[in-house]
């Protein structure tokens, strides 16, 4: 889909908060300075879960999300559902779960328009992204993992098209990331 407008996609740059391995993220502008939205995150041995705030960490929360159990194999015995985001602007919890496999890393959620969105991840030699898609495989989001800097996690790029659900789309991009922090 061809964008015909003059709006330009919107840049937030992804930076963890403390140290390398960090459990805090925040989530600046495309002047790199302004702070848009904080993540602190939480985990154990089973399960991890987080809280995003608008503009730092006393901001107003907008998003509790926790994952389901993410230890190893028991015997397949444990269920891997989904991550559960609660939005506080959506009534109802959003899921994020894979459909197709438990080995292959693209995550389905409906976004607040009740269509289906996924995030998947695409490897090159020496990069790695995240594109959100639509049910008809336009790209809404992508983010950019950064793989030479200690403190800056990456780049989420939304397209025009998904600037109505930027909340969302920070925060299922992050859900995606933190398993793997």
């Known amino acids: 889909m061809f964008n015909t407008s003059n709006e330009r996609p919107t840049a937030l740059h992804i930076y963890n ?4 391995f960090g459990n805090r993220k925040i989530i600046k502008g495309e002047d790199k300075i302004t702070t ?4 602190q995150n939480t985990r154990c041995s089973m399960y991890w879960t987080f809280d995003l705030h608008a503009r730092g960490p006393d901001g107003p929360l907008l998003c509790r999300a926790q994952s389901s159990y993410n230890g190893p194999p028991l015997l397949d015995e444990v269920n891997h559902g989904p ?3 609660s939005m506080t602007g959506v009534k109802q919890p959003i899921k994020m ?3 197709r496999g438990a ?3 693209t995550v389905f959620f409906k976004g607040p328009d009740h269509e289906e969105y996924r995030w998947q991840t695409t490897t090159g030699l020496f990069s790695t992204a995240m594109e959100c898609l639509n049910a008809e495989n336009v790209i809404v989001a992508t983010y950019r993992v950064t793989s030479m800097s200690l403190t800056k ?3 989420l ?9 930027l909340d969302l789309l920070v925060a299922t ?3 995606m990331r933190t398993p793997n922090n």
């Not at 908060?17 to 390398?20: E, I, L």
């Not at 848009?36 to 993540?39: D, G």
């Open 17 to 20: 908060f403390g140290s390398m």
């Open 36 to 39: 848009l939205y904080f993540m």
């Open 83 to 85: 991550t559960i985001l």
């Open 97 to 99: 779960e894979r459909k």
């Open 103 to 105: 080995f292959n890393g």
């Open 153 to 155: 996690d990456g780049v």
């Open 157 to 165: 790029v939304v397209q025009p098209s998904g600037k109505f659900m």
């Open 173 to 175: 991009s992050l859900a």
